[in-house]
């Protein structure tokens, strides 16, 4: 009739059920992200920095085999490229498979996130008419200390010469029983040890077959052995990986501009036949050689002889080339001290490549380290014993 007021028809229970899944979607992803912000700040909010005695314990206790949790986590682009450049994305895609990257909820938490912050990532390391020279430094002008100070601590790459004039017969025996191994692999894999039958391919050894020799730690003695600095170190053997031989003929090469190692750890390359060229591109700004700025990719090169050892820290871009006869080189990592403490560990904060995972290990450590290496010096220590 007119005039009538009808009350509203309730809606249907099919509506009922869409809007109350769409509440319970809504809540479930404010929950998901609210989690996901506190479990990551909560984890990080854990890692407390290490007291000088919890240092000494962690270093009485140190097994390369057992170190720290702490590895590069590069970025999951496929599940978020959120801020990531292009150029950084195609690195990525060589991890999407590797065990330490990231987790998909991270990822999912990066884009649900209105600001992520993400690290200056500049412009792709290339190769340029601009280089630095790595600086060259005899092994007999450096100490612990100074070794630390001026290229672990700062990140700045350094070869080392010398190292075969303190024992010359001994690094003559090890080159030759690695020329002899090298070769031997060689015919093994490829039926051949000659240039001109390998083509391109750059043969790598990893302890396959003949165990690649263990370095004369001696040989770095001057800038490892902190041991007589710390005491708690016990000698640098202990904080090295087992080596990995790289060799290759002249032209040969391996990486590129772009190529990094997975790795937290500082890198020694010991030259032990052949003469190979390096380039490495910073992953950070630094500070140089003579106190000027140096942008994140800048490129250092040098040429490596026998007898020779490249020391460069972890994150840098790197290539190598063979450029006479046939090049072996053993490369190790090590995994104490820790690294750029003088750069700031903020500048590896938003690292698509993972290294803020590493960061995050050096701050544990580097305090601690720094405080037991300055007030355990030889001269601290002499003083005191005699007063």
């Not at 692999?185 to 391919?201: E, M, S």
């Not at 591109?281 to 050689?289: A, E, F, H, N, T």
Request: glycine share 8%; hydrophobic share 40%; proline share 6%.
């Amino acid at each position: 009739m007119e005039g009538e007021t009808h009350a509203p028809s309730p809606p249907s229970p099919s509506i009922r059920l869409r809007s109350s899944c769409a509440c319970l979607a809504a809540a479930f992803l404010l929950v998901f992200v609210l989690a996901g912000t506190a479990f990551l700040f909560w984890g990080r909010a854990e890692e407390k920095e290490f007291t000088l005695e919890e240092y000494k314990w962690f270093l009485q206790g140190y097994s390369y085999m057992r170190m720290s949790r702490h590895f590069p986590r590069p970025w999951d682009g496929n599940v978020c490229a959120k801020g990531i450049q292009p150029w950084v994305a195609n690195v990525l895609t060589f991890y999407q498979n590797d065990p330490m990257k990231e987790p998909t909820w991270k990822a999912l938490l990066r884009c649900f996130m209105p600001s992520w912050e993400v690290s200056d990532q500049g412009a792709k390391p290339d190769f340029s008419n601009h280089t630095v020279d790595i600086r060259r430094q005899r092994i007999d002008t450096l100490t612990p200390l100074l070794f630390y100070q001026q290229f672990i601590s700062t990140g700045l790459p350094v070869v080392i010469t010398g190292t075969d004039s303190l024992n010359r017969t001994e690094f003559m025996r090890r080159r030759k029983q690695l020329r002899r191994a090298r070769v031997a692999d060689l015919r093994k894999r490829y039926g051949c040890a000659q240039r001109h039958c390998l083509g391109d391919v750059v043969a790598v050894t990893e302890n396959e077959g003949n165990r690649v020799p263990d370095i004369d730690m001696h040989a770095l003695s001057n800038a490892m052995d902190f041991e007589s600095w710390i005491a708690e170190y016990q000698g640098p053997s202990r904080f090295f990986s087992e080596g990995t031989v790289f060799s290759g003929f002249e032209g040969q090469s391996f990486g590129d501009s772009t190529h990094f190692d997975l790795a937290c750890e500082g890198s020694f390359s010991f030259q032990m036949d052949g003469i190979k060229r390096w380039d490495l591109w910073s992953p950070v700004d630094l500070v140089g050689y003579k106190g000027e700025a140096l942008p994140a990719h800048t490129q250092f090169s040098t040429v490596l002889h026998p007898g020779e050892v490249l020391f460069f820290a972890p994150g840098f871009f790197h290539t190598t080339k063979a450029i006479k006869g046939l090049s072996i080189a053993a490369v190790y990592y090590f995994g104490e001290p820790p690294m750029y403490g003088s750069v700031g560990i903020r500048r590896f904060s938003g690292n698509p490549l993972g290294f803020e995972a590493c960061a995050q290990g050096w701050k544990l450590r580097l305090r601690a380290w720094e405080a037991s290496l300055l007030s355990s010096t030889p001269s601290s220590r002499s003083s005191s014993s005699s007063s």
